[in-house]
């Protein structure tokens, strides 16, 4: 494949799952890392995108938006279902949890049991998703809907959001960096989690392999403000070592697995 092409197919990639890893795609299109990184430099110069460690996001301007539900869903699938099984293991009777608007936390939605609980959550899919559970106890938080997500969003969201008080929060991210910590495209996505995790006793972030390394718009969070992260076994060695160097509980699960 001339050079080219192999550009013309990173972008569409890229538009497509919203982020890209240079091992990934040098394992896709059988050529070196080293390759890889030349091509993502010339695409940056381009305007193209914009250079990660390990890879790259969507120029500054695409960055703003978020991707289509639709694309997030399909992008790690069996990776989120995986780390999904494992977030909902220790749900109990009686709690009041809270999921956010991201695809991770959809999937701990679709596998939570039909428990006596009561979920805050301002997507419209999550809603979907648990309507015909029986005794799962559903509060919607109101706002701006975005079409993007298919969930709520945007001040009244947030000012809504601030009279409920969860047990546990479900959520995900665009980005995990160990300088930066959790990160977002949206702003105003990364406003509502930040609200979502004061509001919560114990908060669970959800986040496949292809989160890390990753630097996003927006900053959401510090290590230091989330309880646990759940991932699967694609993650870097040394980069949990890191995390666990900061006092992140972590959580690795093998997607091939039962759980």
């Known amino acids: 494949m001339l050079a080219l092409q192999r550009h013309r197919e990173i972008l569409n990639i890229l538009a497509a799952e919203g982020q890209i890893r240079v091992p990934d795609l040098a394992t896709r299109f059988e050529v070196t890392e080293e390759t890889i990184r030349r091509d993502l430099a010339s695409l940056e110069a381009q305007g193209g995108l914009v250079r990660t460690h390990g890879g790259a996001l969507p120029s500054e301007k695409d960055s703003m938006h978020e991707q289509p539900y639709w694309k997030r869903e399909l992008f790690m699938a069996k990776e989120k279902r995986a780390i999904a099984r494992r977030a909902v293991e220790n749900v109990a009777p009686g ?64 000012n809504d959001l601030r009279e409920y008080h969860a ?32 509001n919560s006793e114990k908060s669970i972030c959800l986040a496949d392999h292809s989160k890390f390394n990753v630097t996003a718009l927006r900053h ?27 006092h992140v509980d972590i959580d690795v699960v093998r997607p091939g697995k039962s759980y």
Not at 138 to 154: D, M, T, Y
Not at 177 to 196: C, F, K, T, V, Y
Not at 229 to 237: A, E, G, H, M, P
């Open 167 to 198: 047990n546990t929060l479900f959520f995900s991210c665009r980005g995990i960096s160990l300088d930066w910590g959790l990160s977002d495209a949206n702003e105003e996505q990364a406003i509502l989690r930040g609200q979502m995790l004061t």
């Open 95 to 158: 709690e009041t949890i809270m999921i956010d608007g991201s695809s991770s936390a959809l999937c701990a939605a679709r596998e939570l049991p039909d428990l006596d609980v009561t979920v805050l959550t301002h997507s419209l899919q999550v809603a979907w998703t648990l309507a015909d559970r029986e005794h799962v106890n559903i509060v919607g938080i109101g706002g701006r809907l975005s079409r993007f997500s298919l969930s709520f969003i945007g001040s009244k969201t947030v």
């Open 220 to 246: 959401v969070a510090d290590f230091a403000d989330i309880d646990a992260l759940i991932t699967d076994d694609q993650v870097d060695d040394a980069v949990l070592k890191e995390l666990r160097d900061k």
